[in-house]
């Protein structure tokens, strides 16, 4: 176990094999605060996941007082946990963010490491990963546990559309000059070319699935290793998709210039919060013409008039992001280990290649 830490006082881990999946289903629904606020720890995105991929691992469930509190599951594989994701890069693709545990809150930081110290203890890993956390749970995180390590940074954006709504100011008036220049350089070029621009919202899950569609044709051209490509990617989102769109916690939009489509968006909705995923873009030969940046633009100026709290990019950093946001978002990815021999050898090695590399993160 990581030196000079023990378990939170009052907390314990209830460790079980990850068996059939509704009985991880009925306790996540016995949570004191059932109704997760945070989308990637819900319900929809949790149960899709286990259904659509089925992890090999355990369930943690961290009691307070004898009630389970929090809850998450720990993919195990060749001695490594991964919390909330399988440990297979094709399945992980899925890429899950604000990891942690479901319920509550407040108590994050020390049921994370009460369920990480009783995994070592009780010898299912003696290697744990915790990726995409949010930053200051992260931070807390590797504060307390000595043999933790950051392995990865990811930076996000965020635009707070409340803020906007209170000033009483556009998505437009509040971005740089040089960025307005831009944006109304490339409205009037697709107005000139192809028609009036429009945002529209899908109405039926046969709208949704076409804009999904068109996005993926888009984005699979783009990226190399688009998840378009992947069959668990798409068999994951289709399924979230499908079962999400008719209570409105996923949504997807078309943005048009007369009769063409030029962009195509995926979100993930969390209250009256707009979570960007991922999008497909028409290429234009035309530098001027910016569709991504034309098209979140016109996007989150609806969301504003529609009394949308924020607008989230969530990770992943771009430059029309950083055009389009006023807040930096960051995650943490640690890896936290039990102090073995081997894991201490690999310390040494890390700090060494730190002393003359600095800055890499592994």
Not at 90 to 105: F, K, M, P, T
Not at 279 to 296: F, I, M, R
Not at 315 to 330: H, I
């Amino acid at each position: 176990m990581p030196d000079s830490v023990s378990a939170p006082p009052g907390l314990t881990t209830r460790i079980t094999p990850l068996g059939h999946t509704d009985e991880f289903k009925n306790s996540w629904r016995r949570l004191p605060n059932a109704a997760v606020r945070n989308f990637f720890l819900g319900e929809l995105w949790m149960f899709t996941w286990l259904d659509c991929h089925a992890p090999r691992g355990v369930v943690a469930e961290v009691l307070d007082g004898g009630q389970t509190t929090l809850i998450g599951i720990f993919a195990v594989r060749k001695g490594l946990a991964f919390l909330n994701q399988s440990g297979c890069p094709d399945r992980d693709q899925v890429w899950i963010e604000y990891n942690g545990l479901a319920g509550s809150e407040a108590l994050q930081v020390p049921a994370l490491i009460e369920a990480t110290l009783t995994l070592f203890h009780e010898r299912h890993a003696d290697e744990v990963h915790l990726s995409m956390l949010p930053s200051d749970l992260g931070e807390a995180l590797l504060e307390a546990l000595p043999k933790a390590r950051i392995y990865q940074r990811v930076t996000g954006w965020e635009r707070d559309l409340g803020e906007l709504r209170r000033r009483g100011v556009s998505v437009l008036d509040a971005l740089s000059a040089n960025t307005r220049y831009q944006i109304r350089r490339s409205m009037r070029g697709y107005e000139q070319r192809y028609g009036p621009l429009r945002v529209s919202g899908a109405s039926t899950l046969e709208e949704a699935m076409d804009i999904w569609r068109v996005a993926g044709d888009w984005h699979i051209n783009r990226w190399p290793d688009s998840g378009f490509a992947n069959p668990s990617f798409l068999a994951f989102h289709e399924t979230l998709l499908k079962r999400g769109f008719d209570h409105g916690a996923v949504r997807l939009f078309r943005v048009t210039s007369g009769a063409t489509t030029i962009a195509a968006l995926y979100f993930l909705i969390d209250g009256r919060n707009a979570r960007f995923y991922l999008q497909g873009v028409k290429p234009e030969p035309d530098g001027k013409l910016k569709p991504g940046l034309t098209a979140h633009c016109l996007l989150m100026q609806k969301l504003l008039d529609e009394g949308w709290d924020s607008y989230d990019f969530m990770g992943g950093d771009s430059q029309y992001k950083r055009q389009l946001a006023d807040r930096r978002v960051e995650f943490i990815s640690l890896r936290v280990h039990n102090g073995s021999l081997r894991h201490r050898i690999s310390d040494v090695a890390r700090s060494i290649r730190d002393h003359f590399m600095p800055g890499t993160d592994a």
